[in-house]
């Protein structure tokens, strides 16, 4: 069990052939480091796993986890649509080149200007409620505008309370029990329902639940196509495959996985006499979480009631431990296979006592000056990252056969003041 590294001859860790200690010392910490190959590789691998069982298929990568622009285009060149849940999102889509026919736009609580946004933008949109499919009718001209709603199937799953999305407290999409009537105000509006969605959380490994959503949503695709006219051109499952962060957790079976669900897929198909739509995944943290390691340098070594280690990164940079008591693994960059030899606790630079990468995690002896590599910092780690206690962002580089580059810029404090203004009447 456990994970497998890349050690170099120096003995460090190796990140797409780079020198993860080396980096550090180029770029400075704290510093997220991309592997492209493991991008493309997991990509790769989800699209063979479903392609096999079923070739009508569409991933839309969810940019949430990650939306750096050279990641966006690494997955625009690997045939990728996008996920896209604001406006910000489509329009770093759209900047990354992706065809914004393969731009779907799942926003909630949506508002007019944003949803104006999105249909100059000429990208999907997805409906999450009555109220945004009237307001919609009134921003576009519904007649052949494409459409497609989420559906909460009142299942859900998740690695925490935060991130289920299906089940009857979820404020996602229609309910089950309105749909055909939904699609049915939606064709006497004017509009084309060509889709339907749901996404019932993230993080899951277990296949069970997303199998039931798939049956579930399966019955109400059936049921919305036997009562209406609509004809299904695309049937999408959302994302949420979860990946393993503790060295105990166990892989999705991919293989066994992609055809469990196409088979269900499949069976409902026959049965409805729904066609053969296209099938939508819209994985985000299965692409881009283990693709990323954040390196952050030891800077303080502290005996006080327990045993810390200090470093220069904090919740700021990585928000899930603190925020959902989330498992990250460590390992010490520069001497990698060093046997562990204590518990300690590994400590952020935030002022706050929550800002805690670890409690009680067995390491290496730890040094001043060592460097550990956070793993699995690929998905909502920037993209959650902050300027909390006035700390510029970190920067990104991203590697590729040993060959590194900065795909974006550590910040300065002119970056954390930007678009701040004092009024005049404060200066005197
Ligand atoms: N599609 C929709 C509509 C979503 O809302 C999400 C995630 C995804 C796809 C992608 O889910 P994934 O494959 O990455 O699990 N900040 C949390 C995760 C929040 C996910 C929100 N929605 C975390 O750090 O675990």
Excluded: W
Excluded at 169 to 174: A, D, E, I, L, T
């Amino acid at each position: 069990m456990g994970f497998d590294l890349d050690i170099n001859e120096k003995g460090n860790l190796s990140i797409g052939g780079a020198d993860a200690t080396e980096l550090a010392e180029e770029y400075g910490t704290p510093l997220y480091v991309i592997d492209e190959m493991r991008v493309r590789d997991n990509y790769r691998r989800v699209y063979s796993a479903f392609t096999k069982y079923y070739s009508d298929l569409q991933l839309f990568y969810a940019c949430k986890a990650n939306t750096n622009l050279a990641v966006m285009r690494i997955l625009q060149e690997e045939g990728s649509g996008i996920d896209a849940v604001s406006p910000g999102e489509i329009y770093t889509a759209l900047l990354a080149g992706f065809d914004p026919q393969k731009v779907l736009f799942t926003g909630n609580n949506v508002k007019n200007e944003e949803l104006q946004f999105a249909a100059d933008s000429g990208v999907r949109i997805n409906v999450d409620s009555v109220s945004q499919l009237h307001r919609l009718a009134q921003i576009v001209d519904p007649a052949d505008f494409k459409i497609s709603f989420r559906v909460n199937p009142m299942v859900g799953a998740g690695h925490h309370e935060h991130c289920i999305t299906g089940g009857e407290m979820s404020k996602f999409g229609v309910m089950e029990k309105e749909a055909v009537d939904v699609y049915k105000m939606a064709l006497e509006l004017g509009f084309e329902p060509v889709g339907i969605h749901t996404h019932i959380g993230s993080g899951i490994l277990d296949p069970e639940p997303f199998k039931l959503a798939v049956q579930t949503l399966m019955d109400i695709a059936g049921d919305v196509a036997q009562n209406t006219e609509v004809d299904f051109e695309f049937i999408d499952f959302g994302g949420g495959l979860g990946i393993p962060y503790t060295p105990e957790e166990h892989e999705l079976d991919l293989d066994k996985f992609a055809g469990e669900i196409v088979g269900l897929f499949k069976d409902k198909l026959g049965q409805y006499g729904i066609g053969k739509p296209t099938m939508c995944l819209e994985p985000g943290r299965y692409i881009v979480g283990d693709a990323s390691y954040l390196l952050a340098r030891v800077n303080t070594v502290k005996q006080s009631y327990r045993k810390f280690v200090g470093v220069d990164a904090g919740f700021n940079t990585l928000l899930r431990p603190s925020m959902y008591g989330s498992y990250h693994h460590i390992v010490v960059a520069n001497k990698p296979q060093a046997p562990e030899v204590e518990a300690i606790d590994v400590a952020g630079n935030v002022c706050e006592s929550g800002d805690l990468f670890a409690r009680d995690r067995p390491l290496p002896e730890i040094e001043e000056g060592d460097l550990i590599a956070i793993m699995n910092a690929g998905a909502y780690a920037f993209s959650m990252a902050s300027q909390y206690n006035s700390r510029p962002r970190p920067a990104e580089v991203l590697v590729k056969e040993g060959e590194s580059d900065v795909v974006r810029e550590r910040e300065t404090f002119a970056d954390v003041l930007n678009k701040q203004n004092v009024p005049v009447r404060l200066l005197k």
